[in-house]
């Protein structure tokens, strides 16, 4: 009896266990939809990788405020060669020098016109570097969407298949075409998770660059500023009556 309940217990020689599929098969597996979709989401990382990059050569301190610039300006200001510090900023294109630069352009307006045109080029230049990485943040907004449209539609051909059997689709095969319809949702995830994470992170930087930057440019013009109040204390200082001595002519007699 063990002899025969082991043979009864054996596999039929026919039968074979279904092959287990790799990754490579469960990806192109979702038809010219689930391939479609896969290429976008390949275009929208292969993007984030490049801004990615971009972004880490570009958002560092010494091309927003390059090595030696602040000190050069301070140097010019502090001898009075504005022409010349201004000549120099149009030469070194960068955030430091376009908010100089625009400062020096306000000088006639006295230092609140200097100031107030300071703070308008840092909020220009700021909103561009903000601008610049939001680039990532859309990239990590999309991509799960795109990913779930491939999802979305490969459920639908799913349950057509279901449909159109009149219920003789098995649960392996409504399986089948739910994990296929996945596929494209996890492409999405994988593209998103790094890219916000990026996005995150440049930000913070830009938050710190700006700071500082601000910093340096106040530092750079306070030359400037003294000139400016001490010229307006000039102005506004009363002038002395002239004082008469005892030998000087009286003229109202």
């Avoid at 596999?11 to 098969?25: F, N, R, V, Y």
């Avoid at 502090?78 to 510090?85: D, F």
Wanted: hydrophobic share 45%; charged share 15%.
């Amino acid at each position: 009896m063990f002899g025969m309940s082991t043979v009864a217990q054996d596999p039929a020689p026919g039968a074979s266990e279904p092959a287990a599929k790799g990754l490579m098969d469960i990806v192109f597996s979702g038809g010219l939809t689930g391939m479609a979709i896969l290429i976008l989401l390949l275009g929208l990382s292969l993007t984030a990788v490049y801004l990615v990059v971009d972004h880490v050569l570009t958002l560092r301190a010494s091309e927003i405020m390059p090595v030696d610039l602040g000190v050069q300006l301070r140097e010019l200001l502090s001898s009075g060669k504005y022409r010349e510090a201004d000549t120099v900023c149009r030469e070194t294109p960068c955030f430091l020098s376009f908010v100089i630069s625009h400062g020096l352009g306000e000088l006639e307006g006295g230092w609140s016109a200097v100031e107030k045109a300071m703070e308008d080029a840092m909020a220009e230049q700021s909103a561009r570097l903000f601008r610049k990485i939001e680039y990532l943040s859309v990239i990590g907004n999309i991509a799960p969407m795109v990913g779930l449209l491939g999802t979305v539609t490969g459920m639908i051909f799913a349950f057509q298949q279901v449909a159109a059997t009149q219920g003789g689709a098995g649960a392996g095969d409504l399986a089948e075409g739910i994990y296929q319809a996945l596929v494209t949702t996890v492409g999405g995830l994988i593209v998103a998770i790094p890219s916000l994470g990026a996005f995150a992170i440049f930000r913070n930087r830009v938050d710190h660059l700006v700071a500082e930057a601000s910093y340096v440019a106040q530092h750079t013009m306070s030359p400037v500023k003294r000139a400016a109040r001490s010229r307006g204390k000039q102005r506004l200082a009363p002038t002395a009556p002239p004082v008469q001595s005892e030998n000087s002519p009286n003229l109202a007699q």
